[in-house]
């Protein structure tokens, strides 16, 4: 090996330079469309919100303009800690038991740079969001997988997420004396998926029984449906000194664009988050922190009651979610119905007339199908496959993953794609 290549060699970056969500939203942008491929809301955050941050930024107190502590603002990691250990059972110190970074993407950065070592193993439950992976091989560790399995669903009824489940044990075949943290995204994007308190029970005896860290991301904790109740791990026996919880205000108040999240566990974890964080980013948005600081108070004011704004976006997506199944099903796809999330997987499988496969592209077919809808469709979502470690992407690339947390306007225009669509097809 050369001198520069030596120079240039970067060996922890390796095949992981490619992004989905980069290709696509070029796609997105460069054809008209309609967008139910990012995770995002287009529509605005309820107005307490907007004005808090207004009153943030236009008041009289001119240090929100400037450097706030930088592992979380005063005003935001207090709250952070009144209502987050009202909920898990815990009394939480805003200094040390929570740190606030750059949005839940950060937050998932600092757990695995602080605490994932040269050697060590990370159980990651497929589907996954993708960056879990690279940044696991970003800080020298090595990914270990299991699937959520899909049983048949009831006769005449849609699949569900809950239809997915772990098999016990392939579960515990993964945790070894390398294992030192699983990954476990409850409810699961991209398919939806809220853990029952026994998935989460079998998952927490695990961890406690072979000693591994839980990194537990929680940011759609609020966007629970028909019922199901989402269930903080960190809760259960045994598991608050061992879990990092995430959260994030852009799932929570949907500010996507805000960029603030949160981990909350006990200081001798947190603080090895804080000497990455401090050394890294270092520093949050002041005016963001101070705003959403006002608005966690408002809900834990109202929290369980009508007017809150977590109770209110939850019945809001599930209608929104439901008009979207119809949409699919009325279509010809097969929606897989998720129980929580912004999102749901379906089956495009009735479609593949329309783009002939590639027996030798290295490229996942529902990756070309979409590329293929956004330019002659103009309908956007994303490739379950990206959601897959490479070996396992050929299995599900008959699955793509829309987003329904989309003002009315968006997906009247969704629903008149997929009937037109539908109707082409039939030759009507």
């Known amino acids: 090996m050369t001198k520069m290549s030596r120079l240039v060699q970067a060996r922890r970056l390796e095949g992981i330079d490619k992004n989905v969500w980069l290709e696509f939203v070029k796609l997105a942008?460069?054809?008209?469309?309609?967008?139910?491929?990012?995770?995002?809301?287009?529509?605005?955050?309820?107005?307490?919100?907007?004005?808090?941050?207004?009153?943030?930024?236009?008041?009289?107190?001119?240090?929100?303009?400037?450097?706030?502590?930088?592992?979380?603002?005063?005003?935001?990691?207090?709250?952070?800690?009144?209502?987050?250990?009202?909920?898990?059972?815990?009394?939480?110190?805003?200094?040390?038991?929570?740190?606030?970074?750059?949005?839940?993407?950060?937050?998932?950065?600092?757990?695995?740079?602080?605490?994932?070592?040269?050697?060590?193993?990370?159980?990651?439950?497929?589907?996954?969001?993708?960056?879990?992976?690279?940044?696991?091989?970003?800080?020298?560790?090595?990914?270990?997988?299991?699937?959520?399995?899909?049983?048949?669903?009831?006769?005449?009824?849609?699949?569900?997420?809950?239809?997915?489940?772990?098999?016990?044990?392939?579960?515990?075949?993964?945790?070894?004396?390398?294992?030192?943290?699983?990954?476990?995204?409850?409810?699961?994007?991209?398919?939806?998926?809220?853990?029952?308190?026994?998935?989460?029970?079998?998952?927490a005896d695990l961890c406690v029984k072979h000693d591994v860290l839980c990194f537990s991301d929680e940011v759609y904790e609020w966007l629970v449906y028909d019922g199901k109740e989402h269930i903080r791990i960190a809760s259960l026996p045994g598991m608050w000194d061992r879990t990092i919880t995430i959260g994030s205000a852009g799932k929570t108040f949907s500010t996507t664009g805000w960029k603030v999240g949160w981990t909350l566990g006990p200081d001798h974890l947190l603080k090895h988050l804080r000497t990455v964080h401090q050394n890294s980013v270092y520093h949050c948005p002041t005016a963001a922190q101070e705003a959403l600081a006002q608005a966690f108070q408002r809900e834990f004011d109202s929290y369980g009651k009508p007017d809150s704004y977590f109770v209110q976006l939850s019945q809001e997506l599930q209608q929104k979610r439901d008009w979207l199944v119809r949409s699919l099903v009325a279509g010809g796809m097969k929606p897989i119905v998720p129980e929580g999330t912004y999102f749901l997987m379906a089956d495009f499988s009735e479609f593949k007339s329309e783009v002939p496969d590639v027996p030798d592209s290295d490229e996942p077919y529902d990756s070309r199908f979409i590329k293929w809808m956004i330019i002659n469709k103009g309908l956007v979502a994303i490739p379950v496959s990206a959601f897959y470690s490479t070996p396992h992407k050929r299995n599900f690339d008959h699955l793509i993953r829309f987003c329904f947390a989309k003002e009315e306007a968006t997906l009247k225009a969704a629903e008149d794609i997929l009937q037109q669509w539908s109707l082409e097809k039939t030759g009507q």
């Not at 935001?76 to 009394?91: D, H, N, P």
Request: with cysteine; aromatic share 12%.
């Open 29 to 203: 942008a460069t054809y008209p469309s309609v967008n139910l491929g990012q995770g995002f809301p287009d529509f605005p955050p309820p107005d307490f919100v907007k004005e808090a941050f207004m009153k943030a930024i236009g008041g009289g107190n001119i240090m929100l303009h400037q450097y706030t502590r930088a592992f979380g603002h005063p005003a935001l990691v207090t709250i952070l800690a009144r209502f987050f250990g009202k909920l898990l059972g815990q009394e939480l110190d805003p200094l040390t038991n929570v740190l606030v970074t750059v949005g839940a993407y950060e937050a998932l950065f600092c757990c695995f740079q602080a605490l994932v070592d040269e050697g060590d193993e990370v159980i990651i439950i497929e589907p996954f969001f993708d960056c879990y992976e690279p940044m696991v091989k970003m800080a020298g560790g090595t990914s270990v997988f299991v699937q959520l399995r899909p049983k048949a669903a009831e006769t005449g009824k849609l699949m569900s997420s809950g239809d997915w489940q772990l098999d016990p044990a392939e579960l515990a075949s993964r945790f070894t004396e390398r294992t030192k943290a699983i990954v476990l995204n409850s409810p699961n994007n991209p398919l939806g998926k809220v853990f029952t308190r026994e998935e989460m029970e079998f998952i």
